[in-house]
Nanobody, 127 residues
Framework: QVQLVESGGGLVQAGGSLRLSCVASGLTFSRYGMGWFRQAPGKEREFVAA???????????YYGDSVKGRFLISRDNAKNTVYLQMNSLKPEDTAVYYCAATILRTAVAGPNEYGYWGQGTQVTVSS
C-alpha cells in the first residue's frame, strides 16, 4: 500500500521560510516522479513544483510561475523523501500543501497525472 506523509507545515510570518517533507512508502521511490501541489480555500489545486524522472538516473525540476525563484524541490532517494524548501513566503502562499507521486515519466504539472497523494499539510503565512 502506497503512503505519502507530509510534514513541516505551520504558521510563519511573511518573508520567512519553511521546509516541507514528504516520506513515501510502498513504492520504488527512485522510479517515481514527485510533485508538490497546493490548494487554498475556494480555489483549485495549483501546481507548485515537481521532479520528473527521465527513466534513467536524472531528475528534472519544474516550478509554478508563482513560486519560481523562491521555492526549491529536492529529493533523497535513500530516505524515500522529497522536500520543498520555501523561502520569501508571502500571504498568498497560504494553502494546504500536498505531496504526490507519479509513475508517468512525462508528468509534471497536471494533478490528474499523479496517482498517489498525501493527506496534506497546512501552511499559513501571516502579513
Amino acid at each position: 500500500q502506497v503512503q505519502l506523509v507530509e510534514s513541516g507545515g505551520g504558521l510563519v510570518q511573511a518573508g520567512g521560510s519553511l521546509r516541507l517533507s514528504c516520506v513515501a512508502s510502498g513504492l520504488t521511490f527512485s522510479r517515481y516522479g514527485m510533485g508538490w501541489f497546493r490548494q487554498a480555500p475556494g480555489k483549485e489545486r495549483e501546481f507548485v513544483a515537481a521532479l520528473r524522472w527521465d527513466g534513467g538516473s536524472a531528475y528534472y525540476a519544474y516550478y509554478g510561475d508563482s513560486v519560481k525563484g523562491r521555492f526549491l524541490i529536492s529529493r533523497d532517494n535513500a530516505k524515500n523523501t522529497v522536500y520543498l524548501q520555501m523561502n520569501s513566503l508571502k500571504p498568498e502562499d497560504t494553502a494546504v500543501y500536498y505531496c504526490a507521486a507519479t509513475i508517468l515519466r512525462t508528468a509534471v504539472a497536471g494533478p490528474n497525472e499523479y496517482g498517489y497523494w498525501g493527506q496534506g499539510t497546512q501552511v499559513t503565512v501571516s502579513s
